[in-house]
Each structure stands twice: as C-alpha cells, then as structure tokens.
C-alpha cells in the first residue's frame, strides 16, 4: 500500500519560516520525481516546487528564493523549507510521487500565514 504522509504545517506570522516533510512508503522513492503542490481557497492547485530522481530542481517564481525542496532517498523523505513566509502563501500542501506509471497524492498539510 502506497503512502505519502505529509507533517510540519501550522500558523506562523509573515516573515517566519516552516519545514514541511513528506514520508513516502510502498514505493521505490528513488526512482520517483518529487514535488511539492498547494492549493488555496477557491483557487487551483498549483506546483510549487519539484526534485527529480536526480536531484534537479525547479521552483514556481513565486517562492523562487524563499522555498528549498530537498529529498533524503535514505529515509524516503522529501523535504520542503519555506522562509520569508506571505500571507499569500497560506494553503493546504500536497505531497506529489510521479513515476512513468504512477502518481499519488498525500493527504495535505494546511499552512496559514497570519499578517
């Protein structure tokens, strides 16, 4: 059975920063692209950032400079460090497993940022 379990969410002030981690299970992580989504209030769900099998990463232009993603393939973990936090980030974030063949979903962690 394949689980992503999402933790690390909360209320933080503008200006603070949150660790998201995202624990995979039942699947072969290494070979996954891992990436980090949100969706806010009446709105879609937006990618936010990614790290392929190798490590590449890429990053929305709006948490460019302030969000990190990192993986730890020991520990089937991938990781999402977020500074200089807005109000505008505030969402729920979803954990994202993507493979050749399959794409699952964690549960989503909620991140609200208070002004």
């Known amino acids: 059975q394949v689980q992503l379990v999402e933790s690390g969410g909360g209320l933080v002030q503008a200006g603070g920063s949150l660790r998201l981690s995202c624990a995979a299970s039942g699947i072969i992580f290494s070979i996954y692209n891992m990436d980090w989504y949100r969706q806010a209030p009446g709105k879609q769900r937006e990618l936010v950032a990614s790290i392929s099998r190798f490590s590449t990463t890429n990053y929305a232009d709006s948490v460019k400079g302030r969000f990190t993603i990192s993986r730890d393939n020991a520990k089937n973990t991938v990781y999402l460090q977020m500074n200089s936090l807005k109000p505008e980030d505030t969402a729920v974030y979803y954990c994202?497993?993507?493979?050749?063949?399959?794409?699952?979903w964690g549960q989503g962690t909620q991140v609200t940022v208070s002004s």
């Open positions: 994202n497993a993507l493979s050749r063949l399959d794409n699952y």
